[in-house]
């Protein structure tokens, strides 16, 4: 099928994190994208609460990170807490070297409305439709064709597109049309979220507070830009018809002494919990992506953040099969790598949910007199105050040379310190080495240890090669970088490694212990596409 048959190189269903974000990399990528959302604007409600440094550093890459954080509110202090006023947990997430803060509060509104802003640089290159519905979809092994429906006038029309991301939620179209079906639980028990703006402050309002009680446990949640929320589970003789006037809202805040004089109610919305995964995030050309493929509690603040990498990791693969430098076997590995992390995060939300959810009484007074013993410990305090716990993002499978083990660093996240450029430039690294492959060597040149054959694979993937020099040294290159706070090469060293190859979302893919071959894949290769130069 020729060239011209495809209205974009890749459709987006969707227009919500997920979405956006794939639209603001594909757009930097050059790659021609048709995004549809029925909605018109932003959904209003804030839903996700916090975005951690794995999350910013990819919006780094996107040149977003510093517009996110300026409406931000960079103080993150979780506590636990009864009714009765003990505290028995609290929590103050630690920055694991990543570059980025370790978890500042968000406003979603407020943060979506910067990603559109973003996947706005990209005229020509990122179209969005507003207003416009997807309610037919079919695949062949050349492309997807959907059909889209003006939700104002009722016209149809038919798009085709190579690929497509369903980015369009839980209850996602694509997902029900293709019938690749979610399997997991979904709790009973209804939620109530009240949305409020902050009128005068409060004593800790600031503190993220969950109020652990048997019957009635509250997530209290400040959020940035003068927001706050409350989430109330509903009793099992409570409906959502009884929360429908301001009077029974206020009735519910009242235990926090909150009122009127406090807070100003936006608005309410009610949903349940669940825990919930597509058994295949791919059929044919089609990628689930975000909640369409998996949905978690939102206890760990990691639901949206989930979403937001797997729309990073399929966009920069996509890149790669269209432009013609890998085959389109680059994408199965899309689930392969993303799927563990996405079970991780779950298995942590469910970790935190014991401790604000439990209602059985023997565990909730283990819980209310343990953790605050096991937190008075030399080692395992510091792991639970610092929220240690939470698992590092990995890649245990998917593009990779050679197994993940303790000792090696394939599959790890790169720190991300400051370094120096040979002008002396002080920068963080990510933003020296570009948005695709990185090659480093540590005090030596990284072609010198190569072959001919790995150094010029890894060319015409279009990596960039870097020698990591200590402060001692002088840079030879221009493409030299001084690693003058020490970081990259005593954690080079901690793993064995002369030279690193870096994926474009910083996870190291191979080591000259591990082989610096280029991974050989299968599948069909593209004709490369004609990327549009972007401004």
Partial sequence: ?????????????????????????????????????????????????????????????????????ADMDPRSVLRWKTYAGKEFLRMTPSASGYGQPASPQIYQPAVEKTLREGAGRYPGVVDV???EEMTAISQDDDGVTITVQNKATGALRTVRARYLLACDGGSSRVREALKMELHGKSKTT???????????????????????????????????????????????????????????????????????NEVEI??????????????????????????????????A??????????????????????????????????QAEREPHVREMTKLAETLGFMIEESNPVKVAIRNHGLPLLQKLPKIGTIIREFRFKPKPAVTAGLINGTVTSGSAVGRMIPQPVV????????????????????????????????????????????????????????????????????L????????ARVLVLRPDRFVLATDKSGLDVPELSGRRETAVSVIAVP
């Fill in 301 to 334: 603040g990691q639901g949206m953040q989930s979403g937001v990498r797997d729309a990073h990791n399929i966009a920069w693969k996509l890149r790669l099969v269209l432009n013609g430098q890998m085959p389109d076997g680059l994408l199965d590995l899309y």
């Fill in 190 to 260: 209804e939620w109530v979220i009240v949305d409020a703006k902050v009128k005068t402050w409060w004593p800790e309002r600031d503190l993220l507070t969950f109020w652990s009680d048997p019957i009635r446990p509250v997530v209290d949640i400040p959020l940035a830009l003068g927001h706050h929320r409350w989430e109330l589970p509903l009793r099992s003789h409570e409906n959502k018809e009884d929360f429908q006037s301001r009077e029974a809202l206020w009735k519910l805040l009242e235990p926090f002494g909150v009122t009127a």
């Fill in 1 to 69: 099928m020729s060239t011209d048959s495809f209205d974009y190189d890749v459709a987006i269903v969707g227009y919500g994190p997920s979405g956006v974000t794939a639209a603001n990399f594909l757009g930097q990528y050059g790659i021609s994208t048709g995004v549809f959302e029925r909605a018109m604007d932003i959904y209003p409600r804030a839903r996700a609460v916090t975005m951690d440094e794995y999350t910013l550093r990819i919006f780094q890459q996107a040149g977003l990170d510093e517009k996110l954080l």
């Fill in 129 to 131: 439709n507003f207003g």
């Fill in 420 to 487: 120096a450029t040979t002008e002396g430039a002080q920068v963080k690294l990510d933003d020296t080495l570009g948005d695709g492959f990185a090659v480093l060597g540590f005090n030596t040149d990284p072609r010198d240890v190569m072959t001919p054959e790995q150094a010029t694979g890894w060319e015409q993937l279009g990596a960039g090669f870097h020698t990591i020099r200590a402060t001692t040294q002088a840079p030879r290159l221009d493409t030299d970088l001084v690693d003058f706070n020490n970081v």
């Fill in 489 to 496: 090469t005593p954690w080079a060293v901690k793993h064995g």
């Fill in 266 to 299: 936006l608005q309410h919305a009610f949903y349940t919990h669940h825990t919930l995964m597509a058994k295949q995030w791919r059929q044919g050309r089609v990628f689930l992506v975000g909640d369409a493929a998996h949905m978690m509690p939102p206890w």
